[in-house]
């Protein structure tokens, strides 16, 4: 069955995402329970790129579909998993890659949709929240995709969003969408 061509997320406005969020239907994976069957010899790098035994994944499609069956298991670990099967996979950082950004509105009024590497649309709000963390290589922002797993955001999309935060006058440098507020200092 070939899978629905990626979205073009300029040309879309904010209610036409959250429609096509709305109507995508994900495996309920957090439903299985299957019995742990081994390692899927599989690697998604800190760029967002999947590998499989040392090689890079270069059908896009497959790469999509496998990001539908990925779950967090409550050690922090990641696995795929299937009605029968759960094969562990290495994730260096996050598993997605938020690589770019629509906004309309501003202040509370604000809405953030981000596309990610797999074509995935998540709007930022209070079910799936923005995080900033501070390291040696400077902040690293993160947005909640859905049951634990994470996107990096992409560092043009942080240009971005510092952008927007600092054109926003709130007392603490941040951005709204959806009605929450995420301050770009990472918490104390």
């Not at 899978?3 to 096509?20: G, H, V, W």
């Not at 959806?178 to 770009?184: C, K, M, S, V, Y």
Request: proline share 10%; charged share 25%; net charge negative.
């Amino acid at each position: 069955m070939p899978m629905e061509p990626l979205p073009d997320l300029a040309t879309l406005s904010l209610p036409e995402i959250a429609r096509l969020v709305e109507e995508r239907r994900l495996p309920p994976v957090d439903q299985w329970q299957p019995a742990h069957c081994g390692d899927s010899e599989m690697r998604i790098a800190r760029d967002g790129t999947w590998y499989h035994q040392g090689s890079p994944i270069g059908r896009p499609a497959m790469v999509r579909l496998f990001s539908t069956i990925l779950r967090r298991e409550p050690d922090g670990g990641h696995v795929l998993v299937t009605p029968v099967e759960k094969l562990s996979i290495e994730v260096e950082d996050a598993p997605f890659v938020a690589v770019e950004m629509k906004a309309e509105g501003k202040g509370r009024d604000a809405r953030l949709a981000f596309r990610l590497n797999t074509g995935d649309l998540v709007t930022a709000g209070a079910a799936n929240p923005l995080r900033f963390v501070e390291d040696d290589d400077g902040p690293r922002p993160y947005l909640h995709v859905r049951g634990g797993l994470e996107a990096l955001v992409a560092r043009s999309v942080y240009y971005e969003l510092a952008e927007r935060a600092l054109a926003g006058g709130d007392p603490v440098p941040g951005v709204w969408s959806d009605g929450a507020f995420f301050p770009l200092e990472p918490a104390a």
